[in-house]
C-alpha cells in the first residue's frame, strides 16, 4: 500500500518559516517516477496549487502567490519531497497536501491529475 506521508505543520507568527515533508512508503512505489506536487484547502475554498517539482527537480514551478517565498526541493534517495515556506502570510493559512502524478511534470497542476494523495497537515500563520 502506497502512502504519502506531510509532516511539520503548525502554529507560527506571520513574517516565520515552516518546513513540510512529505514522505512516500510502500515497497513498489517508484517515487523517482513521480512528479510531486503540493496543495493546499483553505475552510470553505477548493484545494489550490501551490508548485510542483518534477521527477529529477530539475523543474519547478510555483503559483504566484508563493514564487519567492516557498521552495520546492525532494530527495529520492529518502523518496521524501520538501516545502520550505519563508515569510509566512495569514492567508497562507490551509490544510497543506502533497501529492504524486507518476509519469507527470513540471505542467502538473490540476488536483485530478494526481493519482496518490497525503492526509494533509495544517498550517495556520498568525498574524
Known amino acids: 500500500q502506497v502512502q504519502l506521508v506531510e509532516s511539520g505543520g503548525g502554529l507560527v507568527q506571520a513574517g516565520g518559516s515552516l518546513r513540510l515533508s512529505c514522505a512516500a512508503s510502500?515497497?513498489?512505489?517508484?517515487?523517482?517516477?513521480?512528479?510531486m506536487g503540493w496543495f493546499r484547502q483553505a475552510p470553505g475554498k477548493e484545494r489550490e496549487f501551490v508548485g510542483v517539482?518534477?521527477?529529477?527537480?530539475?523543474?519547478?514551478y510555483y503559483t504566484d502567490s508563493v514564487k519567492g517565498r516557498f521552495t520546492i526541493s525532494r530527495d529520492n534517495a529518502k523518496r521524501t519531497v520538501y516545502l520550505e515556506m519563508n515569510s509566512l502570510k495569514p492567508e497562507d493559512t490551509a490544510v497543506y497536501y502533497c501529492?504524486?502524478?507518476?509519469?507527470?511534470?513540471?505542467?502538473?497542476?490540476?488536483?485530478?491529475?494526481?493519482?496518490?494523495w497525503g492526509q494533509g497537515t495544517q498550517v495556520t500563520v498568525s498574524s
Open positions: 510502500g515497497g513498489t512505489f517508484a517515487f523517482s517516477r513521480y512528479a
Open positions: 517539482i518534477s521527477q529529477i527537480g530539475a523543474k519547478i
Open positions: 501529492a504524486a502524478d507518476k509519469y507527470g511534470s513540471e505542467w502538473s497542476r490540476e488536483p485530478k491529475e494526481y493519482d496518490i
